[in-house]
Nanobody
Framework: VQLQASGGGQVQAGGSLRLSCEASGRTFSSLVFAWFRQVPGNDRQFVVV????????TYADSVKGRFTISRDNAKNTVYLQMNSLKPEDTAIYYC???????????????WGQGTQVTVSQ
């Protein structure tokens, strides 16, 4: 499975960004997808996960109510809509894919290349 993440950038606090993660190489609908983020020197932090059909999602408390994950199985793409961004959301964001609905980075076997999100005051 190859994952291609895009959509990062720099935005002021309170602004919005939408990340995309396009997958290829395996039946998209068979995969669970998640987003993680990482600040240099720290471990990857769970952000959100979505199940195969898109009917179930789980968010980290830090982003609940501000971020929304969705998937378009026809376009083989997962999205992360990020609203009301805060400086503490600044990180490299990674999309991940796997076979189980889990929250730990080590449990995902497929990773995108990461996209930088920078939120300024």
């Amino acid at each position: 499975v190859q994952l291609q993440a895009s959509g990062g950038g720099q935005v002021q606090a309170g602004g919005s960004l939408r990340l995309s993660c396009e997958a290829s190489g395996r039946t998209f609908s068979s995969l669970v997808f998640a987003w993680f983020r990482q600040v240099p020197g720290n471990d990857r932090q769970f952000v959100v996960v979505i199940n195969r059909s898109g009917s179930s999602t789980t968010y980290a408390d830090s982003v609940k109510g501000r971020f929304t994950i969705s998937r378009d199985n026809a376009k083989n793409t997962v999205y992360l809509q990020m609203n009301s961004l805060k400086p503490e959301d600044t990180a490299i964001y990674y999309c991940a894919a796997g076979s189980q609905y889990v929250f730990t980075a080590n449990d995902y076997g497929y990773w995108g290349q990461g996209t930088q999100v920078t939120v300024s005051q």
